[in-house]
């Protein structure tokens, strides 16, 4: 299973936990996606519910994951 990963676009009012022109990690919410959140794994290291609208879906190769995987 390939990670998924986002890039932050505005940091919805939450500059300590997101950081724009940053990528994070998603985790699979389907109930946050159909109130239009995302969960992430935000700057504390934990999980988190955002607005959607925060964040950009930007194809990424299997190179790249690994690399954002890794870091």
Same mark, same amino acid.
């Given at each position: ?7 932050? *676009?505005? $940091? ?5 936990? @997101?950081? !724009?022109?940053k ?8 109930? &946050? ?6 969960? *992430?794994? $935000?700057?504390s290291?934990?999980?988190? @519910?955002? !607005? ?10 299997? &190179?790249v ?7």
């Amino acid at each position: 299973m390939r990670s998924k990963f986002l890039l932050c *676009v505005n $940091d919805g009012g939450f500059p300590e936990a @997101l950081e !724009p022109r940053k990528f994070y990690r998603v985790l699979d919410d389907v109930a &946050a996606a159909v109130e239009g959140m995302v969960r *992430v794994i $935000d700057e504390s290291g934990d999980d988190y @519910l955002y !607005p959607l609208a925060c964040f950009i879906e930007i194809p990424l190769s299997g &190179a790249v994951e690994g690399r954002l995987e890794a870091a």
